[in-house]
């Protein structure tokens, strides 16, 4: 049973550069949840998607967006990358409870 | 805002030895979940406490959650090796809601 996989591993951009990550989570599960974690830091919350629409969202700007597919896969969209976009993505996918589990995540670096 | 205040920060002890690290908040969690990640990694869950007063052991690690279900406490006994990583307790304050983390605590346990 796959657990839940993120795409890709690791990703190199510029500042001002649009960038998509991939989730498809854990077979079963319908609700995918994004987190961005900084370097020494715990994983803070973006938003999360049940049935193709963004149920709850973090405290990120409008350049974060997202999207949730009929197969439950979801896409993470930043636009205008920032220096301080520079982290790890994590993807974490649930079934309607609060017990969540995590991708590997989707290190991105903004030069 | 919903805080979770994580102590300690970072921990360095050799194998052994008993730890505890702390994890608190002024709000009230529907319920708190504790995760272990390791570099590269995705967080992992070890436990989820969802009752005031709840204590749950996995093998030497006990977990703890207060009684008016604003604080927890993770205990382990006779650390390892192994154990080293980074952990984080994650709050929940409404049922398949986002996960509010913890800032971590690096844990490294020398030989």
């Known amino acids: 049973d796959a657990g839940v996989t993120q795409s890709p591993t690791h990703l190199i951009k510029t500042r001002g550069q649009q960038v998509t990550l991939r989730c498809s989570p854990k077979?079963?599960?319908?609700?995918v949840s994004w987190y961005q974690q900084a370097l020494g830091q715990g994983p803070q919350f973006i938003f999360q998607?049940?049935?193709?629409?963004?149920?709850q969202r973090g405290n990120f700007p409008d350049r974060f967006s997202g999207h949730q597919f009929p197969n439950y896969s979801s896409e993470l969209n930043v636009n205008a990358l920032l220096l301080g976009d520079s982290a790890l993505y994590l993807c974490?996918?649930?079934?309607?409870?609060?017990?969540?589990?995590f991708g590997a995540g989707t290190r991105l670096s903004v030069l | 805002t919903q805080l979770l205040e994580q102590s300690p920060q970072f921990l360095s002890i050799q194998e052994g030895e008993n730890l505890t690290v702390y994890c608190n908040s002024s709000?009230?969690?529907?319920?708190l979940q504790w995760y272990r990640q390791e570099p590269g990694e995705g967080p992992v869950l070890l436990v989820t406490?969802?009752?005031?007063?709840e204590v749950k052991k996995l093998k030497r690690l006990t977990f703890q959650f207060g009684d008016a279900r604003k604080d927890s406490s993770l205990h382990i006994t006779a650390a390892q090796t192994g154990d080293t990583g980074l952990y984080l307790c994650?709050?929940?304050?409404?049922?398949?809601?986002?996960?509010?983390f913890g800032q971590g605590t690096e844990l490294s346990v020398k030989p």
């Open positions: 974490a996918s649930s079934l309607r409870t609060f017990i969540q589990y």
């Open positions: 077979s079963g599960h319908d609700t």
């Open positions: 998607y049940y049935e193709e629409e963004e149920r």
């Open positions: 709000s009230v969690f529907s319920s």
């Open positions: 406490v969802v009752t005031g007063g």
């Open positions: 994650a709050g929940v304050y409404n049922q398949g809601g986002k996960l509010i």
